[in-house]
């Protein structure tokens, strides 16, 4: 991917990736450390006891952060095939005789493309984490 689209597309997900944790995953960890305090204070149950009851104030962040990097993962998944199917246009017109010039003009339009609609979806990708996560988190 071009430099500047690929520069372009990681300061979108980085601007995501920061709201949901500021938002979202902080608090989610606040939540787990506090409860963790909460089994350790506990003196009359076993160790045993106290490592599962961490491990239950640990499962909604987990399951947050296992969320997020799953769509995050989907998402780049798309943003490649998308992008390979680009090459694939390009060395196409190479191997029929097109100009050299002319193809990297034309991949280059294509992944610009395939990095607008890319950034399109993140609003919605957010909004569908985010109502996510805050059902992990009740």
């Known amino acids: 991917m071009a430099e500047a689209q690929q520069s372009r597309m990681q300061e979108a997900i980085d601007s995501m990736v920061q709201g949901l944790e ?4 902080r608090k989610m960890q606040g939540n787990m450390f506090r409860c963790s305090a909460g089994c350790c204070e506990n003196n009359t149950a076993s160790m045993q006891q106290v490592h599962h009851c961490i491990e239950r104030c640990h ?3 987990a399951q947050a952060q296992a969320v997020v990097t799953k769509e995050l993962e989907r998402f780049q998944d798309r943003l490649a ?7 694939d246009k390009a060395k196409d017109s190479l191997d029929s005789g097109s100009k050299e010039q002319q193809v990297k003009q034309q991949l280059e339009s294509c992944v610009t ?21 805050a059902a992990i988190a009740q």
Not at 22 to 25: D, K, T, V
Not at 81 to 87: E, I, L, Y
Not at 115 to 124: A, E, G, K, N, R
Not at 125 to 131: A, F, H, I, N, V
Request: charged share 30%; glycine share 0%.
């Open 22 to 25: 500021r938002e979202n995953i």
């Open 59 to 61: 499962a909604p962040l």
């Open 81 to 87: 095939r998308c992008t390979m199917h680009c090459n």
């Open 113 to 133: 493309k395939c990095v607008d609609d890319h950034v399109h979806l993140i609003p919605s990708m957010t909004k569908k984490m985010k109502e996510t996560l």
